[in-house]
């Protein structure tokens, strides 16, 4: 076996940036990488958008085979990583496959959180978050279409929210419950939570928020109904959105440093300098010195660019600014920066009355914008907020001239 080996454990996002940055740099002979999917590391924002709509759309995956094979990317699909041995630097596979490594890197993203009180296997519950997932229940929603069956949506993040718009353009019948106060937790601003939740009821989604649900009634494998605010309430199909907990169980039982992710400094190495975490499994180490964890494609793929340097022997710290999309039937969000505790306000009116930007200001400093159907807004944002230069409340009424005059 040999000892220069990286071994990338992982078949989302991360890992195929990784592979890419690592090949473009000539050392793809150097790697393997290790995934539970069967499916080669493939885009997975379209799963709970157009491919549930499409019943023709493949899975798009990041690169075909031949080009790892080019690339002397030894890949090794639906055969999960089961144990790392820090000592003898080496990674146990399911089939009983062991792999040597000179540096290893955890790309295990999440796995979608469930309720205790729903046991696992029950026909009409399901969760998404990988290519099978969304190929059962794009079958199973089309099924509900034909017998005019309802979905409910328990929990109102993005992708109970985008799964939510995709079945009602396929015309179902749905319903999301949310716990909390309002959609979308605190990933956004109130005003925007707001505005998310006047455009679902507006697709004609039955949007329940600050609900309580006291229990489950469970028959034959199949959920039957839930209590819903003290009332019985039926289910067809459940699809639980209660968001994703950081895949870290590989770690954390190789005794690496594990707090809601694994933890990671600026570089990304783990609390073992030979292993490196990235993507949305770490926790990593900002340059104030705080300590995040993002689950985002962008942070995924700029990760991995870090991790690549730092593979390389450069000092990279991981700086990249934050953003995010989120596509909700007609309605495109885009995020740039994070939302400060007391924002200062500014909305700007976009062209037409669907859309708009929300620009959150701390300290004279734009720290944060939100953009329904408005890219160019978003686009511009994240050079101002990246330029880290003070901005006049007023000059934001036009951002591409408040850009031009501070960037030249
Ligand atoms: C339905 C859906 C829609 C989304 N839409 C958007 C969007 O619109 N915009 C956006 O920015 N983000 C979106 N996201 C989030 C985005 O996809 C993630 O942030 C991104 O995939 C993170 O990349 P990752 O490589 O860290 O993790 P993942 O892409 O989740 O990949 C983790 C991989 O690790 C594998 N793995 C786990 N444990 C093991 C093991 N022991 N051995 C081997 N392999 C293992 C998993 O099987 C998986 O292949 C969406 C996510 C989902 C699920």
Same mark, same amino acid.
């Given at each position: ?12 996002? +991360? ?7 690592? $090949?473009?740099?000539? /050392? ?21 958008? &157009? ?14 085979? #031949? ?20 000592? +003898? ?79 009602? /353009? ?9 716990? +909390? ?5 605190? &990933? ?64 954390? $039982? ?27 499994? +770490? ?12 689950? &985002? ?51 700007? #009116? ?59």
């Amino acid at each position: 076996m040999s000892t220069e080996q990286i071994v990338v454990v992982g078949g989302g996002h +991360a890992a195929a940036a990784l592979c890419a940055a690592l $090949a473009e740099a000539g /050392q793809g002979g150097r790697v393997h990488l290790v995934s539970a999917e069967h499916d080669l590391p493939y885009q997975r924002p379209p799963l709970s958008k &157009s491919f549930l709509k499409k019943a023709d759309e493949a899975i798009a995956p990041h690169k075909a085979a #031949a080009w790892y094979a080019e690339q002397g990317i030894e890949t090794h699909l639906g055969d999960p990583v089961e144990a790392i041995d820090r000592e +003898a630097r080496v990674v146990l596979l399911r089939s009983g496959a062991a792999l040597a490594y000179q540096h290893l890197v955890l790309a295990t993203g999440t796995r979608a959180r469930t309720l205790d009180a729903l046991p696992p296997g029950l026909h009409n519950v399901h969760v998404l978050r990988n290519a099978s997932d969304a190929r059962s229940l794009r079958t199973r929603l089309s099924e509900m279409v034909a017998a005019g069956r309802r979905l409910t949506v328990l929990g109102g993040g993005f992708i109970g929210l985008e799964l939510a718009a995709s079945a009602r /353009q396929l015309g179902l019948e749905v319903g999301v419950l949310e716990v +909390a106060p309002r959609l979308l937790g605190r &990933s956004v601003s109130t005003p925007l939570a707001e505005h998310v939740l006047a455009h679902h009821r507006g697709m004609g989604t039955d949007v329940q928020i600050g609900v309580r649900i006291d229990g489950f009634e469970i028959h034959e494998e199949r959920l039957i109904s839930m209590q819903v605010n003290g009332g019985q309430v039926a289910v067809d199909e459940l699809v639980l959105g209660i968001g994703a907990v950081p895949e870290t169980r590989l770690a954390t $039982a190789c005794g690496l440093a594990v707090d809601n992710g694994v933890l990671v400094d600026a570089c990304l190495r783990t609390s073992d300098p030979a292993v490196l975490a990235i993507g949305d499994c +770490a926790a990593f180490l900002t340059v104030d010195g705080a300590r995040l964890r993002l689950e &985002s494609v962008q942070n995924a793929n700029d990760q991995a660019r870090t991790a690549a340097a730092t593979l390389l022997g450069r000092e990279e710290p991981y700086r990249a600014l934050p953003w995010f999309w989120s596509e909700q039937g007609p309605m495109r969000l885009q995020m740039a920066g994070l939302l400060p505790a007391q924002p200062e306000t500014v909305r700007r #009116a976009g062209a037409n009355a669907s859309s708009f930007t929300l620009f959150h200001l701390q300290d004279g400093l734009l720290r944060c914008a939100e953009s329904v159907n408005a890219p160019m807004d978003h686009m511009m944002s994240r050079k101002l907020i990246e330029a880290g230069v003070p901005v006049e409340r007023a000059a934001l009424a036009d951002p591409a001239i408040l850009l031009k005059s501070l960037l030249g």
